[in-house]
Protein backbone atom coordinates (compact mmCIF):
# COMPACT_ATOMS: atom_id res chain seq x y z
CA UNK A 1 0.00 0.00 0.00
CA UNK A 2 3.07 2.53 1.02
CA UNK A 3 4.26 1.73 -2.30
CA UNK A 4 1.10 2.50 -4.08
CA UNK A 5 0.89 5.55 -2.42
CA UNK A 6 4.66 6.46 -2.89
CA UNK A 7 4.43 5.49 -6.78
CA UNK A 8 1.04 8.05 -7.15
CA UNK A 9 2.47 10.92 -5.19
CA UNK A 10 5.85 10.90 -7.08
CA UNK A 11 3.74 10.98 -10.29
CA UNK A 12 2.23 14.36 -8.84
CA UNK A 13 5.61 15.77 -7.35
CA UNK A 14 7.03 14.66 -11.70
CA UNK A 15 4.45 17.52 -12.49
CA UNK A 16 5.60 19.99 -10.34
CA UNK A 17 9.53 18.80 -10.44
CA UNK A 18 9.40 18.67 -14.52
CA UNK A 19 7.36 22.10 -15.03
CA UNK A 20 8.72 23.21 -18.07
CA UNK A 21 7.95 19.46 -19.82
CA UNK A 22 4.99 19.23 -18.26
CA UNK A 23 3.70 22.74 -19.70
CA UNK A 24 4.39 21.74 -22.92
CA UNK A 25 2.74 18.46 -22.57
CA UNK A 26 -0.58 20.34 -21.22
CA UNK A 27 -0.37 22.91 -23.61
CA UNK A 28 -0.19 20.06 -26.11
CA UNK A 29 -3.03 18.59 -24.82
CA UNK A 30 -4.91 21.41 -24.57
CA UNK A 31 -4.54 22.70 -28.08
CA UNK A 32 -5.48 19.14 -29.81
CA UNK A 33 -8.50 18.99 -27.33
CA UNK A 34 -9.44 22.43 -28.26
CA UNK A 35 -9.70 21.55 -31.75
CA UNK A 36 -11.05 18.43 -31.26
CA UNK A 37 -13.48 19.58 -28.61
CA UNK A 38 -14.88 21.53 -31.39
CA UNK A 39 -15.11 19.22 -33.33
CA UNK A 40 -17.28 16.92 -30.99
CA UNK A 41 -19.81 20.23 -30.62
CA UNK A 42 -20.20 20.26 -34.54
CA UNK A 43 -21.23 16.89 -34.17
CA UNK A 44 -23.76 17.29 -31.21
CA UNK A 45 -25.04 20.16 -32.89
CA UNK A 46 -25.28 18.96 -36.29
CA UNK A 47 -29.01 17.32 -35.96
CA UNK A 48 -30.07 20.66 -34.15
CA UNK A 49 -28.87 22.26 -36.51
CA UNK A 50 -30.38 20.25 -39.51
CA UNK A 51 -33.50 20.61 -37.50
CA UNK A 52 -33.48 24.46 -37.66
CA UNK A 53 -32.64 24.65 -41.27
CA UNK A 54 -35.56 22.43 -41.78
CA UNK A 55 -38.17 23.86 -39.37
CA UNK A 56 -38.08 26.70 -42.71
CA UNK A 57 -39.72 24.02 -45.24
CA UNK A 58 -42.46 25.88 -45.41
CA UNK A 59 -44.57 26.53 -48.37
CA UNK A 60 -46.59 29.84 -48.34
CA UNK A 61 -50.27 29.58 -50.45
CA UNK A 62 -51.99 33.05 -51.14
CA UNK A 63 -55.83 32.70 -52.00
CA UNK A 64 -56.96 34.96 -55.04
CA UNK A 65 -58.15 38.57 -53.45
CA UNK A 66 -61.63 37.46 -53.87
CA UNK A 67 -61.88 34.73 -51.52
CA UNK A 68 -63.54 35.16 -48.24
CA UNK A 69 -62.11 34.14 -44.48
CA UNK A 70 -64.79 31.69 -44.68
CA UNK A 71 -64.00 29.85 -48.08
CA UNK A 72 -60.51 30.03 -47.22
CA UNK A 73 -60.94 27.76 -44.24
CA UNK A 74 -62.45 25.31 -46.71
CA UNK A 75 -59.09 25.63 -48.85
CA UNK A 76 -57.47 24.88 -45.75
CA UNK A 77 -59.03 21.82 -44.97
CA UNK A 78 -58.86 20.38 -48.08
CA UNK A 79 -54.71 21.04 -47.96
CA UNK A 80 -54.79 19.49 -44.49
CA UNK A 81 -55.84 16.79 -46.77
CA UNK A 82 -52.84 16.10 -48.84
CA UNK A 83 -49.57 14.19 -48.78
CA UNK A 84 -46.60 15.81 -46.94
CA UNK A 85 -48.48 18.35 -45.30
CA UNK A 86 -47.56 18.45 -41.33
CA UNK A 87 -49.58 20.88 -40.31
CA UNK A 88 -51.25 24.14 -41.81
CA UNK A 89 -52.69 27.88 -40.76
CA UNK A 90 -54.67 30.40 -42.09
CA UNK A 91 -53.35 33.66 -41.93
CA UNK A 92 -56.48 36.08 -42.49
CA UNK A 93 -56.57 39.29 -44.17
CA UNK A 94 -56.89 40.70 -41.11
CA UNK A 95 -53.78 39.07 -39.70
CA UNK A 96 -52.28 40.17 -43.04
CA UNK A 97 -53.18 43.58 -42.08
CA UNK A 98 -51.64 43.22 -38.17
CA UNK A 99 -48.15 41.73 -39.72
CA UNK A 100 -47.50 44.11 -41.93
CA UNK A 101 -47.93 46.83 -39.31
CA UNK A 102 -45.55 45.14 -37.15
CA UNK A 103 -43.28 44.63 -39.90
CA UNK A 104 -43.36 47.80 -41.31
CA UNK A 105 -45.03 50.51 -39.02
CA UNK A 106 -47.10 51.74 -42.03
CA UNK A 107 -51.08 51.09 -41.63
CA UNK A 108 -51.80 50.12 -45.27
CA UNK A 109 -55.51 51.27 -44.65
CA UNK A 110 -54.69 54.35 -43.71
CA UNK A 111 -52.50 54.44 -46.72
CA UNK A 112 -54.56 52.97 -49.57
CA UNK A 113 -58.27 53.04 -48.05
CA UNK A 114 -58.54 49.52 -48.29
CA UNK A 115 -56.73 46.38 -47.49
CA UNK A 116 -54.54 44.91 -50.59
CA UNK A 117 -53.39 42.03 -48.91
CA UNK A 118 -54.94 38.36 -49.43
CA UNK A 119 -55.90 35.28 -47.29
CA UNK A 120 -53.03 33.04 -47.14
CA UNK A 121 -51.71 29.82 -45.53
CA UNK A 122 -48.45 28.65 -44.10
CA UNK A 123 -47.57 24.69 -44.74
CA UNK A 124 -45.34 22.79 -42.32
CA UNK A 125 -43.87 19.86 -44.56
CA UNK A 126 -43.41 16.78 -42.97
CA UNK A 127 -39.99 15.38 -42.31
CA UNK A 128 -38.03 11.83 -41.93
CA UNK A 129 -35.50 11.92 -40.62
CA UNK A 130 -32.06 12.74 -42.26
CA UNK A 131 -33.94 11.85 -45.48
CA UNK A 132 -34.40 15.13 -47.82
CA UNK A 133 -37.68 16.68 -48.40
CA UNK A 134 -38.75 16.16 -51.91
CA UNK A 135 -41.97 18.70 -51.78
CA UNK A 136 -42.53 19.33 -56.16
CA UNK A 137 -45.58 16.85 -55.74
CA UNK A 138 -47.49 18.92 -52.94
CA UNK A 139 -46.52 21.84 -54.88
CA UNK A 140 -48.26 20.78 -58.27
CA UNK A 141 -51.08 19.14 -55.94
CA UNK A 142 -51.37 22.94 -54.51
CA UNK A 143 -51.21 25.10 -57.56
CA UNK A 144 -54.08 22.51 -58.91
CA UNK A 145 -56.81 24.03 -55.98
CA UNK A 146 -59.25 26.41 -57.44
CA UNK A 147 -58.84 30.13 -55.71
CA UNK A 148 -55.11 29.41 -55.34
CA UNK A 149 -53.12 33.03 -56.28
CA UNK A 150 -49.69 32.25 -55.90
CA UNK A 151 -47.77 29.16 -54.17
CA UNK A 152 -44.47 30.50 -52.61
CA UNK A 153 -41.63 28.31 -52.09
CA UNK A 154 -37.84 28.74 -50.71
CA UNK A 155 -36.96 25.18 -50.47
CA UNK A 156 -34.31 25.14 -53.50
CA UNK A 157 -32.41 27.35 -51.34
CA UNK A 158 -32.68 25.69 -48.41
CA UNK A 159 -32.06 21.87 -50.06
CA UNK A 160 -29.02 23.36 -51.06
CA UNK A 161 -27.73 25.00 -47.78
CA UNK A 162 -28.70 21.52 -46.43
CA UNK A 163 -26.31 19.52 -49.23
CA UNK A 164 -23.04 21.62 -48.35
CA UNK A 165 -24.11 21.25 -44.58
CA UNK A 166 -23.95 17.88 -44.72
CA UNK A 167 -20.61 17.64 -47.56
CA UNK A 168 -18.82 20.19 -45.00
CA UNK A 169 -20.26 17.66 -41.52
CA UNK A 170 -18.57 14.62 -43.47
CA UNK A 171 -15.46 15.91 -44.43
CA UNK A 172 -15.16 17.81 -40.86
CA UNK A 173 -15.32 14.12 -39.08
CA UNK A 174 -12.60 12.89 -41.70
CA UNK A 175 -10.39 15.67 -40.77
CA UNK A 176 -11.00 15.12 -37.04
CA UNK A 177 -10.29 11.42 -37.18
CA UNK A 178 -6.72 11.99 -38.88
CA UNK A 179 -6.15 15.20 -36.42
CA UNK A 180 -7.04 12.63 -33.49
CA UNK A 181 -4.04 10.23 -34.98
CA UNK A 182 -2.39 13.15 -35.45
CA UNK A 183 -2.45 14.42 -31.81
CA UNK A 184 -1.83 10.72 -30.26
CA UNK A 185 1.83 10.95 -31.93
CA UNK A 186 2.07 14.22 -30.71
CA UNK A 187 1.75 13.70 -27.40
CA UNK A 188 3.68 11.13 -27.08
CA UNK A 189 6.59 12.12 -29.23
CA UNK A 190 6.25 15.39 -26.15
CA UNK A 191 6.01 13.23 -23.25
CA UNK A 192 8.60 11.13 -25.09
CA UNK A 193 10.75 13.80 -24.88
CA UNK A 194 10.07 15.01 -21.38
CA UNK A 195 10.97 11.28 -20.08
CA UNK A 196 14.80 11.34 -22.04
CA UNK A 197 15.52 14.38 -20.09
CA UNK A 198 14.36 11.97 -16.97
CA UNK A 199 17.00 9.39 -17.79
CA UNK A 200 19.50 9.39 -15.03
CA UNK A 201 16.56 9.04 -12.64
CA UNK A 202 15.42 5.92 -14.79
CA UNK A 203 19.22 4.51 -14.55
CA UNK A 204 19.12 5.25 -10.89
CA UNK A 205 16.10 3.26 -10.03
CA UNK A 206 17.52 0.45 -12.39
CA UNK A 207 20.45 0.28 -10.61
CA UNK A 208 18.95 0.10 -6.82
CA UNK A 209 16.37 -2.75 -8.32
CA UNK A 210 13.70 -1.12 -9.11
CA UNK A 211 11.30 -3.08 -11.37
CA UNK A 212 9.72 -1.88 -14.74
CA UNK A 213 6.25 -1.82 -13.53
CA UNK A 214 7.96 0.63 -10.73
CA UNK A 215 9.67 3.17 -12.73
CA UNK A 216 7.11 2.98 -15.08
CA UNK A 217 3.91 3.85 -12.82
CA UNK A 218 4.91 7.48 -11.89
CA UNK A 219 4.93 8.19 -15.27
CA UNK A 220 2.13 7.35 -16.53
CA UNK A 221 0.44 8.85 -13.76
CA UNK A 222 1.98 11.79 -14.93
CA UNK A 223 0.80 11.15 -18.33
CA UNK A 224 -2.80 11.01 -17.30
CA UNK A 225 -2.60 13.76 -15.04
CA UNK A 226 -1.52 16.13 -17.80
CA UNK A 227 -3.93 14.89 -20.12
CA UNK A 228 -6.78 15.28 -17.34
CA UNK A 229 -5.53 19.21 -17.05
CA UNK A 230 -5.15 20.01 -20.81
CA UNK A 231 -8.62 18.39 -20.97
CA UNK A 232 -10.31 20.87 -17.72
CA UNK A 233 -8.22 23.72 -20.08
CA UNK A 234 -9.61 23.13 -23.05
CA UNK A 235 -13.30 22.57 -21.72
CA UNK A 236 -13.06 25.74 -19.69
CA UNK A 237 -11.74 27.31 -22.92
CA UNK A 238 -14.74 25.67 -24.96
CA UNK A 239 -17.64 26.56 -22.27
CA UNK A 240 -16.81 30.17 -22.26
CA UNK A 241 -16.65 30.05 -26.33
CA UNK A 242 -19.90 28.32 -26.40
CA UNK A 243 -21.31 30.86 -23.28
CA UNK A 244 -20.28 34.15 -25.55
CA UNK A 245 -21.38 32.45 -28.61
CA UNK A 246 -25.00 31.75 -27.91
CA UNK A 247 -24.99 35.36 -26.03
CA UNK A 248 -24.03 36.47 -29.67
CA UNK A 249 -25.80 34.62 -31.48
CA UNK A 250 -28.99 34.95 -29.49
CA UNK A 251 -30.04 38.27 -30.91
CA UNK A 252 -29.75 36.90 -34.61
CA UNK A 253 -31.08 33.33 -34.81
CA UNK A 254 -33.16 30.67 -32.34
CA UNK A 255 -30.55 28.43 -32.34
CA UNK A 256 -28.31 27.35 -29.37
CA UNK A 257 -25.02 25.48 -28.89
CA UNK A 258 -25.40 22.14 -26.62
CA UNK A 259 -22.35 20.71 -25.19
CA UNK A 260 -23.50 18.02 -23.03
CA UNK A 261 -22.18 15.50 -20.75
CA UNK A 262 -21.76 12.65 -23.49
CA UNK A 263 -18.99 15.80 -25.80
CA UNK A 264 -17.53 16.48 -21.96
CA UNK A 265 -16.62 12.51 -21.06
CA UNK A 266 -15.16 11.79 -24.64
CA UNK A 267 -13.44 14.66 -23.92
CA UNK A 268 -11.98 13.45 -20.91
CA UNK A 269 -11.53 9.42 -22.06
CA UNK A 270 -9.35 11.02 -25.25
CA UNK A 271 -7.18 13.07 -22.74
CA UNK A 272 -6.97 9.66 -20.37
CA UNK A 273 -5.85 7.77 -23.65
CA UNK A 274 -3.47 10.18 -24.93
CA UNK A 275 -1.75 10.71 -21.89
CA UNK A 276 -1.51 7.07 -21.18
CA UNK A 277 -0.36 5.58 -24.47
CA UNK A 278 1.91 8.92 -24.85
CA UNK A 279 3.60 8.15 -21.79
CA UNK A 280 3.79 4.67 -22.03
CA UNK A 281 4.71 4.54 -25.31
CA UNK A 282 7.80 7.11 -24.12
CA UNK A 283 8.94 5.07 -21.31
CA UNK A 284 8.71 1.56 -23.14
CA UNK A 285 11.66 2.75 -25.41
CA UNK A 286 13.69 3.54 -22.47
CA UNK A 287 13.20 0.75 -20.23
CA UNK A 288 13.56 -1.78 -23.44
CA UNK B 1 28.96 -14.57 -3.06
CA UNK B 2 30.81 -13.50 -6.04
CA UNK B 3 32.22 -15.79 -8.24
CA UNK B 4 33.61 -15.45 -12.10
CA UNK B 5 34.30 -18.63 -14.34
CA UNK B 6 36.06 -18.37 -16.97
CA UNK B 7 34.32 -15.37 -17.99
CA UNK B 8 34.44 -13.33 -21.33
CA UNK B 9 32.64 -9.80 -22.40
CA UNK B 10 33.99 -8.46 -25.90
CA UNK B 11 32.73 -4.87 -26.62
CA UNK B 12 32.07 -4.20 -31.10
CA UNK B 13 35.20 -2.43 -30.61
CA UNK B 14 37.27 -5.69 -29.35
CA UNK B 15 37.84 -4.48 -25.96
CA UNK B 16 35.97 -6.39 -23.15
CA UNK B 17 37.27 -8.72 -20.22
CA UNK B 18 38.63 -12.35 -21.02
CA UNK B 19 38.96 -15.35 -18.78
CA UNK B 20 38.05 -13.69 -15.40
CA UNK B 21 38.34 -16.02 -12.93
CA UNK B 22 37.38 -14.28 -9.71
CA UNK B 23 36.33 -15.36 -6.01
CA UNK B 24 34.70 -12.69 -3.26
CA UNK B 25 33.63 -14.57 -0.14
CA UNK B 26 31.19 -12.91 2.28
CA UNK B 27 32.98 -9.90 4.51
CA UNK B 28 35.64 -9.20 1.98
CA UNK B 29 37.02 -6.23 1.22
CA UNK B 30 38.68 -6.16 -2.57
CA UNK B 31 40.17 -3.70 -4.65
CA UNK B 32 40.30 -3.62 -8.52
CA UNK B 33 43.10 -1.78 -9.92
CA UNK B 34 43.88 -0.77 -13.27
CA UNK B 35 44.48 2.19 -15.44
CA UNK B 36 41.67 3.90 -17.13
CA UNK B 37 39.96 1.29 -19.90
CA UNK B 38 41.55 -1.81 -18.27
CA UNK B 39 37.94 -3.31 -18.05
CA UNK B 40 36.88 -2.33 -14.34
CA UNK B 41 33.24 -0.62 -15.05
CA UNK B 42 32.82 -4.00 -17.15
CA UNK B 43 33.17 -6.36 -13.88
CA UNK B 44 30.81 -4.31 -12.02
CA UNK B 45 28.36 -4.58 -14.97
CA UNK B 46 28.61 -7.92 -14.81
CA UNK B 47 27.96 -8.63 -11.33
CA UNK B 48 24.97 -6.50 -11.21
CA UNK B 49 23.80 -7.76 -14.21
CA UNK B 50 23.69 -5.00 -16.39
CA UNK B 51 25.47 -7.31 -19.38
CA UNK B 52 25.85 -11.09 -19.52
CA UNK B 53 29.02 -12.96 -20.72
CA UNK B 54 29.65 -14.10 -23.63
CA UNK B 55 31.08 -17.05 -22.44
CA UNK B 56 31.78 -18.37 -18.56
CA UNK B 57 29.65 -17.77 -15.80
CA UNK B 58 29.20 -15.52 -12.93
CA UNK B 59 27.31 -16.11 -9.77
CA UNK B 60 26.25 -13.47 -7.38
CA UNK B 61 24.45 -15.11 -4.15
CA UNK B 62 22.16 -17.48 -5.20
CA UNK B 63 21.54 -15.91 -8.93
CA UNK B 64 23.21 -17.33 -11.93
CA UNK B 65 23.87 -15.35 -14.98
CA UNK B 66 22.97 -18.62 -16.97
CA UNK B 67 20.09 -18.83 -15.32
CA UNK B 68 18.54 -15.80 -14.22
CA UNK B 69 14.88 -14.63 -15.77
CA UNK B 70 15.10 -10.79 -16.69
CA UNK B 71 12.56 -10.38 -14.16
CA UNK B 72 14.71 -11.48 -11.22
CA UNK B 73 17.31 -8.72 -12.07
CA UNK B 74 15.72 -6.18 -9.62
CA UNK B 75 15.89 -8.74 -6.65
CA UNK B 76 19.76 -9.51 -7.38
CA UNK B 77 20.45 -5.86 -8.06
CA UNK B 78 18.34 -5.03 -4.15
CA UNK B 79 20.79 -7.10 -2.99
CA UNK B 80 23.73 -4.76 -3.83
CA UNK B 81 24.81 -1.59 -2.95
CA UNK B 82 25.76 0.86 -6.08
CA UNK B 83 28.26 3.55 -5.96
CA UNK B 84 29.73 5.39 -8.44
CA UNK B 85 32.43 7.90 -9.41
CA UNK B 86 29.41 10.60 -10.60
CA UNK B 87 27.83 9.80 -6.83
CA UNK B 88 24.84 9.29 -9.20
CA UNK B 89 22.38 11.41 -6.96
CA UNK B 90 19.18 13.12 -8.19
CA UNK B 91 19.26 16.94 -8.44
CA UNK B 92 15.49 17.32 -7.90
CA UNK B 93 15.92 15.55 -4.57
CA UNK B 94 17.12 16.12 -1.40
CA UNK B 95 19.36 14.21 0.43
CA UNK B 96 16.84 12.38 2.80
CA UNK B 97 14.79 11.59 -0.41
CA UNK B 98 17.88 10.27 -2.45
CA UNK B 99 18.74 8.20 0.59
CA UNK B 100 15.17 6.98 0.94
CA UNK B 101 14.77 5.83 -2.39
CA UNK B 102 15.84 2.26 -2.70
CA UNK B 103 13.35 1.47 0.22
CA UNK B 104 10.42 3.02 -1.39
CA UNK B 105 11.54 0.55 -4.39
CA UNK B 106 10.83 -2.45 -2.02
CA UNK B 107 8.00 -1.20 -0.37
CA UNK B 108 8.91 0.28 3.17
CA UNK B 109 6.39 1.95 5.26
CA UNK B 110 7.05 6.26 5.92
CA UNK B 111 7.89 5.88 9.72
CA UNK B 112 10.40 2.65 9.00
CA UNK B 113 11.84 4.98 5.91
CA UNK B 114 12.37 8.18 8.08
CA UNK B 115 14.40 6.28 11.23
CA UNK B 116 16.54 4.28 8.50
CA UNK B 117 17.14 6.73 6.60
CA UNK B 118 18.38 9.13 9.74
CA UNK B 119 19.61 6.56 11.53
CA UNK B 120 22.30 6.15 8.29
CA UNK B 121 22.72 9.97 7.65
CA UNK B 122 23.93 10.25 11.39
CA UNK B 123 26.32 7.16 10.49
CA UNK B 124 27.70 8.85 7.59
CA UNK B 125 27.72 12.15 9.39
CA UNK B 126 25.37 13.81 7.16
CA UNK B 127 22.16 14.05 9.40
CA UNK B 128 22.59 17.80 9.61
CA UNK B 129 22.23 18.06 5.72
CA UNK B 130 19.20 15.64 5.40
CA UNK B 131 17.23 18.67 3.94
CA UNK B 132 19.68 20.11 1.63
CA UNK B 133 20.09 19.29 -2.19
CA UNK B 134 22.79 17.57 -3.75
CA UNK B 135 24.17 20.83 -5.27
CA UNK B 136 24.38 22.29 -2.04
CA UNK B 137 26.44 20.07 -0.88
CA UNK B 138 31.10 19.17 -1.46
CA UNK B 139 32.28 16.67 -3.42
CA UNK B 140 33.07 14.18 -0.26
CA UNK B 141 29.50 15.08 1.05
CA UNK B 142 27.85 13.88 -1.90
CA UNK B 143 30.16 10.27 -1.60
CA UNK B 144 29.25 9.90 1.49
CA UNK B 145 25.44 10.33 0.79
CA UNK B 146 25.84 8.04 -2.52
CA UNK B 147 27.62 5.80 0.32
CA UNK B 148 24.81 6.04 2.79
CA UNK B 149 21.93 5.69 -0.21
CA UNK B 150 24.00 2.02 -1.27
CA UNK B 151 24.28 0.22 2.40
CA UNK B 152 20.08 1.59 3.24
CA UNK B 153 18.69 -1.69 2.16
CA UNK B 154 21.48 -3.52 4.10
CA UNK B 155 22.99 -5.17 1.19
CA UNK B 156 25.77 -8.28 1.71
CA UNK B 157 27.68 -6.79 -1.18
CA UNK B 158 29.11 -2.85 -1.91
CA UNK B 159 30.31 -2.31 -5.01
CA UNK B 160 31.91 0.65 -5.47
CA UNK B 161 32.77 2.11 -8.83
CA UNK B 162 35.85 4.70 -9.04
CA UNK B 163 34.39 6.12 -5.84
CA UNK B 164 37.24 8.15 -5.18
CA UNK B 165 37.79 9.42 -8.73
CA UNK B 166 36.70 12.73 -8.19
CA UNK B 167 37.45 13.21 -4.68
CA UNK B 168 40.86 14.97 -3.38
CA UNK B 169 43.12 12.41 -1.42
CA UNK B 170 42.13 13.73 2.43
CA UNK B 171 38.25 13.06 1.40
CA UNK B 172 38.99 9.90 -0.68
CA UNK B 173 40.88 8.28 2.08
CA UNK B 174 37.90 9.30 4.68
CA UNK B 175 35.34 7.60 2.09
CA UNK B 176 37.66 4.42 2.01
CA UNK B 177 37.40 4.65 6.12
CA UNK B 178 34.00 4.82 5.39
CA UNK B 179 34.13 1.81 3.36
CA UNK B 180 36.57 -0.15 5.68
CA UNK B 181 33.68 0.55 8.60
CA UNK B 182 30.82 -0.88 6.75
CA UNK B 183 33.29 -4.05 5.65
CA UNK B 184 33.92 -4.63 9.24
CA UNK B 185 29.91 -5.00 9.80
CA UNK B 186 29.84 -7.91 7.46
CA UNK B 187 29.81 -6.28 4.07
CA UNK B 188 31.83 -7.31 1.22
CA UNK B 189 33.15 -4.35 -0.54
CA UNK B 190 34.64 -4.56 -4.17
CA UNK B 191 35.67 -0.87 -4.85
CA UNK B 192 37.51 0.15 -7.97
CA UNK B 193 40.28 2.40 -8.22
CA UNK B 194 43.12 3.81 -10.83
CA UNK B 195 44.93 4.75 -7.96
CA UNK B 196 47.16 2.22 -6.48
CA UNK B 197 49.03 4.97 -4.89
CA UNK B 198 45.85 5.44 -3.11
CA UNK B 199 45.38 2.15 -2.04
CA UNK B 200 48.84 0.55 -1.72
CA UNK B 201 49.41 1.74 2.08
CA UNK B 202 45.65 0.07 2.96
CA UNK B 203 46.92 -3.44 3.44
CA UNK B 204 43.59 -4.81 1.57
CA UNK B 205 43.44 -7.69 -1.15
CA UNK B 206 43.39 -6.33 -4.72
CA UNK B 207 43.01 -7.69 -8.09
CA UNK B 208 45.10 -6.32 -10.96
CA UNK B 209 44.00 -5.75 -14.16
CA UNK B 210 44.75 -4.95 -17.38
CA UNK B 211 43.52 -4.83 -20.85
CA UNK B 212 40.69 -7.09 -19.68
CA UNK B 213 42.72 -9.89 -17.93
CA UNK B 214 43.17 -10.19 -14.34
CA UNK B 215 47.11 -10.13 -13.31
CA UNK B 216 47.10 -10.58 -9.77
CA UNK B 217 44.51 -11.89 -7.48
Given amino acids: ?288 | MIGFNNVTYTYPNGMGVFNVHLRILPGEFYFLIGPSGAGKTTIIRLIYMDMFPDRGEINVNRFSSKKIRKSKIPQLRREIGMISQNFNLLNDRNLFENVALPLHVIGCDKKEIRDRVMALLVEVGLEDKAYEYPRELSGGEQQRACIARGLIKDPAIILADEPTGNLDPSTALQIIRLLERINRKGTAVLMTSHNYRLIKELGHRFIEIKNGIIQTG
Avoid at chain 1, 59 to 85: C, S, W
Avoid at chain 1, 162 to 174: A, D, G, M, P, W
Fill in chain 1, 1 to 288: MSKIIYLFHEGIRNLWRHKLTAVTAIGSVFFSLLIIGTFILVHQNSHQLIDYIRSKYKIEVFFENHVTNEDAQLIVDKIKELDGVQSIALITKDDAIKIYQEQFNENLIEILGYNPLPNSAVINIEKHGNTEVDVGPLITDLEKIPNIDEVVYEGTLIRRVEYFYNITVRIISYIAIGLLVITVIVISNTIKLSIYAKQDLIQNLKSIGATKRFIRTPFIIEGILEGIMGAILAIAVLFIAIRSGNLYFANIISFKIDFDMVGIIWLFAIAIFIGLIGSYRGIRTLLK
